[in-house]
């Protein structure tokens, strides 16, 4: 528990700093008196107390079998982007810069980054150390049909795409537009690539369990 505790902390307290360093630290009281942006910070900590009680394993460095081609950069130039938008978002709402108007967007934003940082952890607690941020198959690796892989095949597209909508939103931006189509057109990019590495290692085992899932929302897509 220590090992996954540790390893939360250096994923998360950075991104964390990285939010209060770009809202500014000389006015964090105003930060916490958003009900949204608290909340964003507890569900984060709560999320990773989480995992870290469950032990789950955080590794997305593990390459596997094969190689994974050009998704290093990919995944690079994706980490970059993501910090620097950690920082932008609420640098530009506390200078009222590309504002959404209306008042219920954080609202929602919050609720949507709720629904996806707990999908997230769920789907890592199935995944275990199959769980690669790369497209390719682990030694020993199996098809997880349990827990939340039961409804649907992708829980953690299914993030990728709730996670930065719901801080985006938030922080009441109008960057949501531009992170929510980038988005979808890096998972379903994803999605075609690993289905193709599972239908080609499990055959018909993963042609069944295809059949009876959705992609992304259960029942639904």
């Known amino acids: 528990m220590f090992r996954s505790a540790l390893i939360l902390a250096v994923q998360v307290l950075p991104c964390l700093g990285l939010i209060l ?10 930060f916490f008196m958003s009900a949204p942006r608290a909340g964003l910070v507890v569900v984060t900590l709560i999320a990773a107390m ?16 094969g ?3 050009n998704q290093s950069w990919q995944l690079g130039v994706l980490l970059f982007f993501s910090l620097v938008l950690l920082w932008l978002l609420p640098f530009a709402e506390q200078r009222e810069i590309l504002k959404l108007r209306g008042d219920s967007w954080p609202y929602l934003g919050l609720s949507l980054f709720s629904i ?3 999908v997230r952890v769920a789907a890592l607690k199935e995944l275990g150390e199959n769980f690669s941020a790369y497209v390719t198959l682990q030694p020993n690796h199996r098809l997880v049909q349990e827990g939340i892989y039961a409804s649907i095949r992708h829980p953690l597209y299914s993030s990728l795409l709730l996670i930065p909508t719901g801080i985006a939103l938030v922080f009441a ?3 949501v537009f531009p992170i929510l189509m980038l988005g979808v057109a890096f998972v379903f990019d994803r999605m075609r690539r690993e289905e193709g590495l599972l239908a080609s290692r499990f055959g018909a085992q993963f042609e069944d369990y295809r ?11």
């Open 116 to 118: 996806g940082t707990f």
């Open 173 to 175: 931006s109008l960057l």
């Open 21 to 30: 360093f770009g809202w500014g630290f000389d006015s964090l009281p105003a």
């Open 50 to 65: 989480i995992a870290a009680y469950c032990k789950i394993d955080f590794n997305p460095f593990r390459q596997g079998l």
């Open 67 to 69: 190689t994974v081609g």
């Open 211 to 221: 059949r009876r899932t959705r992609r992304l929302i259960p029942f639904v897509f």
